[in-house]
T-cell receptor, first 112, second 112 residues
Framework: EADIYQTPRYLVIGTGKKITLECSQT?????MYWYQQDPGMELHLIHY???????EKGDLSSESTVSRIRTEHFPLTLESARPSHTSQYLC???????????FGPGTRLLVL | QKEVEQNSGPLSVPEGAIASLNCTYS??????FFWYRQYSGKSPELIMF????GDKEDGRFTAQLNKASQYVSLLIRDSQPSDSATYLC????????????FGAGTQVVVTP
């Protein structure tokens, strides 16, 4: 089982602010993912990475960006937050050929 | 048509009874199938996965896969109030990215 951490857990911020959601895992997993989930709705993949310096956009269009400079770290950045970005953001990781994804606790974002 | 479909529920189950959850998927090339449990306000946690047609049992949980009919189900035996949660079905097409397609989930409510 992966140890995967997300900070902050909750964030309330004003429109136009730049924010970075942190995600770290300690298991050395090569693949990492960011999902967006609204209440009662399915998870939507917004970014993924299969290793250092590799990132791809997911199935749901997002105005966020990600980076993968270190294996254990996969931050997500919103350059200018808007109320439409209000959601829960979930980070996950998986190892090698294993497809099981392990999730962090999530960040609940509210943009006013 | 969504790629992974589940009845949203809520599915009301008396304590001690069997809860039966269904999931259908559209991609015939799907290889791996996962069930996650998500408590309200929390992140998904893996219950079990199944790759081959047939049944797979893990404690009170049984996953059933029928690739010809493109469905996967989850049975929860001896349902407990602590089983009250939303159950997410996830499907992988087996590509090297390890991406999963998630259903919107079925809410289960176990009544004492």
């Amino acid at each position: 089982e992966a140890d995967i951490y997300q900070t902050p857990r909750y964030l309330v911020i004003g429109t136009g602010k730049k924010i970075t959601l942190e995600c770290s895992q300690t298991m050395g997993h090569d693949k990492m993912y960011w999902y967006q989930q609204d209440p009662g709705m399915e998870l939507h993949l917004i970014h993924y990475s299969y290793g250092v310096n590799s990132t791809e956009k997911g199935d749901l269009s997002s105005e966020s960006t990600v980076s993968r400079i270190r294996t254990e770290h996969f931050p997500l950045t919103l350059e200018s937050a808007r109320p439409s970005h209000t959601s829960q953001y979930l980070c996950a990781s998986s190892e090698g050929t294993e497809e099981t994804q392990y999730f962090g606790p999530g960040t609940r974002l509210l943009v006013l | 048509q969504k790629e992974v479909e589940q009845n949203s529920g809520p599915l009301s189950v008396p304590e001690g009874a069997i809860a039966s959850l269904n999931c259908t998927y559209s991609d015939r090339g799907s290889q791996s199938f996962f069930w996650y449990r998500q408590y309200s306000g929390k992140s998904p946690e893996l219950i079990m996965f199944i790759y081959s047609n047939g049944d797979k049992e893990d404690g009170r949980f049984t996953a059933q896969l029928n690739k010809a009919s493109q469905y996967v189900s989850l049975l929860i035996r001896d349902s407990q109030p602590s089983d009250s949660a939303t159950y997410l079905c996830a499907v992988s097409n087996g590509d090297s990215w390890g991406k999963l397609q998630f259903g919107a989930g079925t809410q289960v409510v176990v009544t004492p």
